[in-house]
């Protein structure tokens, strides 16, 4: 018996994923606030829902992808909402980089619906997306990762399982957030410090990528940065302080420091202070650089 | 004509290194503070010399690997000093991880002896000293760097050049050890926060090293944090905050702050004072574990 | 035309104020969640008020002195709420530290009840509410203010006008809180600094408070810090992070990055997670000398 | 019997200070690397001296006042130095901000040739020095103290006296110079943060200092915050760095972290690297309003 799937979420991540979806034979009801992206997906296959809740069948699986917290709240909020849509039997996919508190939270609410909740947040950009090459982290009832397995599969190059508790797979996407905005700062330093120091940038940043530093992180976003074109953003600004944002608070809820998260939120702000809010990310790197006293800030 | 070449400072880079010379079929002349370690290599064919100086030959090659600045410093301000004895067409090639401003310093020093002096400091831990296969980085006039090619392939996998400029070599080291630490200081934090969120930081290094981290120093670094056991040193705590200090004090040179290099000599620092001195230095991460509140201390 | 007033909130601030107003002749309806520290004022002529509701008059004045703006928020949306007791022509002065965000949607929600808000949070410590000497910040309707100003003065010492949008006085007292905590922190470091080079720490706070530093806040907070005695708490640990995470949240709006702040809330962060939420908020102090290798912590 | 009173080095705060001595009554014999300074205290009594060592009689006192650690060191180790010309029975006076290190290494090597060192750093900006009005820590031999007892009086209001161990004098204006640098920095970030949510820093500043904070450092360093007059400077940005800097490394020897400090120290760096190295050392507040995307650095 074939699944019935609803993906809630079109966005720039989301979008391709559905696709993979449909292109791997599943059929799927997608909802997106702005319809337009829903209508595109119906040349391929898709059924458009007019509203979220019409995504959902009874005892089938949903898919999220939406873009924070407060956003997923209000999903799974609304009357009648997705969730009881689903009911007895259903499971909801939760693909955001949210906090684990939020999942768990909701986990708890669905419950009452009969409906298990998986965190399954991914790591890859919008061109990992649409390649299927996506890595995605689930945690969750076992029963229903085992279920959805097939789906993920469509969508990424492999599902690592970080077991049964909720939150979990949250967890791990705000760690690795957080070490790659970790990488940039790093590299943003270190950048710096040769162009103020005689030593091309460039050419340091090629040696170390190509040896100690040998993978994808390192070599794509040290292009980035060394390239000093920052828009149009493969990621924002102000979704790396969001996302750094989640991983203090879960830190804190837990009582912990993380100095280095903090110096990195500092950075998100005054790189929105100095009006980036739509550059990539990796733009914290002109902060360095203004720090530093390079006018680099001039050419763009 | 063979070239007439001497190596100074045995330490466990040095020793393998001039090894490695010697298996190459190089004649080589070796002096070492402590003597034992000189006569370990005269049964694979080494001459050990008597007194530093001794270890030049005129217009020949010597190649120096000490602990810091102040060492080198000594080296060629002795009376009389290899430097004067290599004289005219010699090189001084210094693999030591030192300031740039000091090798710029002493290669001033060097010209008014005839002597060409090149800093090619080196990536890699003993065992890739041993098995010749560092990354080394080298920057100094191109016909001494193009002469000491051969020698530079004898002990390790590559040589990247980085012009003429001296101390530029010296830079790139030390970026690299920056961003070394950093990537420590950060899997510190996210492992920690892993742990404190129920989420294995086993299987998150597993995850990420396999993905967007899978290279070098994250597959290696992550392995001794998770694992925890920090003696005996691969690389001293007091070693990292050397290095650290160099690259706070080149940027403060060249008027730059790099916060993240502060906050990493602030972790050396609590590590020393917790008696650390001798651990390896990704023991940082134990500062980061017991300031959230996690007795791992105790288990050493 | 006696003014009818309310006070919710019998902390060991709000205790005190509520008293004075009493002593000054003010006739109070006293409301607190736990009903206690409502009846012990009632000998001292409060009315007792069953519910913070009850505690409000047609047209009257509520003070409100609470924990946080949550429970603020719950006061202030209960069915039915002290706001709508009050209706139109009421004043509601919240004595809390909040966010000033806090202030300006409430003060909006209350404009519907044609109630003005006026945020008038304090400084002192409970010592100085007993003696009427609090320094109290206003900001406001300037009717409600010059209409509360003879209340005012019965609490405190004196009364600082921030001027007519609410929030302001929030934004002072946050300030406030801030610069308090830094002179802790500077405090902390400076005295660790001494004692780790043979310099007494008490001595040397007794000549700073003596002169460049001769004012409340260093008297009395360096007395705290050399004497290493933080329980009880005058001001709770966890207190502190509250109102240094409402300044970061304050400037993170106002897209600003406070890196002292920051710094600040890692050490609220590592001494909670060490066990010390109730300690005094200066026993960040012990984080510091931890830090520096002194074994501070094992004397308690 | 009339002491014997050499002074070297009369900058803009040891000029006063001699002229105070010559004002007091006693004869000094005044040197400066420049010698137009000296002429001018020619009038006022002085005995010009050529050399350094020329400003020194056997067994007299010789005051010094010079830029850093380096100027001190030359001036003890020139041939002839003062040093030698005090001889047995003479006092070195150190009033200049060094390391407590440099001032044990120098009273060693004083002890050599008879005399005692007393490390008498001051407190007090150039008009303070003027007035005889700075305030002075005095720490090494106690006789050596009690002899120039009634000269500290000349010059200050009050001397503080931090026992026999030579340095430690040094090590208190460490840590008082770090309090005021970091409460500059926490006047900087809350006025920040009061100016972007509007609240008027001068207001906010005249309700701190006149209550909480109601003392020298806060009441003068926040008007010039406010006033945003940063030329001429009392203190130059440069100097903050050097103190910043010789904390940090004492902090350093001694193995502890000083955060905030190292906070400070990327201020500074960043300051210079802006242009403002001849900016008064408050200046770093336009770093915190910078950061803040507040474009007050354009109006100067």
Not at 41 to 66: R, Y
């Amino acid at each position: 018996m074939p699944e019935n799937i609803g993906f809630i979420g079109l966005g720039n991540m989301g979008e391709p994923m559905a696709e993979n979806l449909l292109a791997a034979g599943f059929p799927v009801r997608v909802y997106n606030r702005t319809s337009s992206k829903a209508s595109a997906l119906q040349t391929k296959g898709a059924v458009v829902a007019t509203t979220a809740a019409d995504a959902a069948m009874p005892g089938g699986i949903v898919f999220t992808m939406v873009s924070d917290d407060r956003a997923l709240d209000e999903l799974c909020g609304a009357q009648p909402s997705f969730v009881e849509c689903l009911g007895r039997g259903g499971i909801h996919v939760s693909l955001s980089t949210i906090a684990p508190a939020t999942s768990k939270r909701l986990a708890e609410q669905h419950r009452q619906h009969g409906v298990d909740y998986v965190d399954a947040p991914v790591f890859g950009r919008p061109e990992a997306a649409k390649a299927a090459r996506l890595w995605i982290c689930a945690s969750g009832p076992s029963e229903a990762r085992e279920r959805i397995r097939p789906l993920l599969a469509a969508m990424g190059q492999k599902t690592f399982d970080f077991g049964e508790e909720v939150g979990t797979a949250n967890v791990v996407k705000l760690c690795g957030n957080f070490m790659i905005a970790s990488a940039v700062e790093a590299m943003g330093e270190a950048f710096t410090l040769a162009e103020k120091n005689g030593a091309d940038p460039a050419a340091l940043a090629e040696m170390l990528t190509g040896t100690l530093f040998a993978c994808p992180i390192y070599q794509n976003y040290s292009k980035l940065i060394v390239g000093g074109k920052f828009e149009p953003a493969g990621f924002r600004m102000a979704l790396g302080l969001k996302d750094v944002d989640l991983a203090l608070q879960t830190a804190s809820a837990s009582e912990m420091p993380m100095p280095l998260a903090s110096l990195l939120r500092d950075r998100f702000l005054a790189s929105l202070a100095k009006g980036r809010k739509d550059f990539d990310w990796t733009a914290i790197s002109l902060d360095v650089a203004e720090n530093a006293g390079l006018r680099k800030a001039a050419a763009r």
